[in-house]
């Protein structure tokens, strides 16, 4: 089941785009600017 919010990085602003975000491995990053998921915020 996808998130029904969005996964934003608290950093950069990139928006995650995926199906699940909670279903990404410990060690995703963030593509634009390379921090790790707990900088990401629902939103």
């Known amino acids: 089941m996808a998130d ?16 699940d975000f909670n279903a990404e491995p410990d060690d995703y990053v963030c593509p634009v600017c390379g921090v790790g998921k707990d900088m990401f915020e629902q939103q």
């Open 4 to 19: 029904d919010k969005n996964w934003v990085c608290t950093v950069c602003g990139y928006v995650y785009d995926g199906p």
